[in-house]
């Protein structure tokens, strides 16, 4: 076990990343044994108002004929805004990934890969050197779910006043302010009156 978290956390200046160390891997110095590789970041920028907060992350990295197998776990917290209601969101995440990381472009247009019993995502790696943060980064990115939101479900804003339902409803047409599953009813029964 090498932990890279010391050198990676040098250079303690809040969120300035120009001096902090980063945390590479030579790809083709790799043991046949495998390498298992444990770090941190105290942030992440994801985009712009997204960010992952305290980043730990392990990793084992072994060599696979010419790829190279990566088993990745991390923790952070999510910081960003919620897709419906605009409210910003600090919540607990945390991922599991394995994959296969290739400098193959033909391996990587296939999309998988099969090794042993298992069918494996490929990513690809042109580099001899990988940044071990902006690996975990990009598989954050990759799991990240399409719509971020502050819960399942979450009332959004309404459309005409602009008020935070989850908060309360507004004083607008009742009609905008039904929960999605009442309005889909409604409509349903719109439908049957319309049968001949
Ligand atoms: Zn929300
Ligand atoms: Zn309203």
Known sequence: MIDTSKTSRRGDTGRDKSQQ?????????????????????????????E??????WRMFVQPSKKDIFFDVQAKAVYEGACCRC????????SLRAQFLGSSDPNLVAGGSHTLGTQDLD???LPEETLDEEVLIKEQFILQRPMQLLCKED????????????????CQCRPDYNRTPGALAKALAEIKLDLKP
């Open 21 to 49: 160390e980063v945390s590479v891997i030579d790809l083709s110095k790799l043991p046949i044994e495998g390498l298992s590789l444990a770090g941190s970041s105290e942030f992440v920028q994801l985009e712009e108002n």
């Open 51 to 56: 960010i992952l907060r305290d980043l730990n």
């Open 154 to 169: 979450c009332q959004g804003l309404c459309p005409y006043c602009g008020k935070n339902l989850n908060k309360g409803q």
């Open 122 to 124: 490929v990513v690809y």
């Open 86 to 93: 605009l409210e910003p969101i600090d919540k607990p995440t």
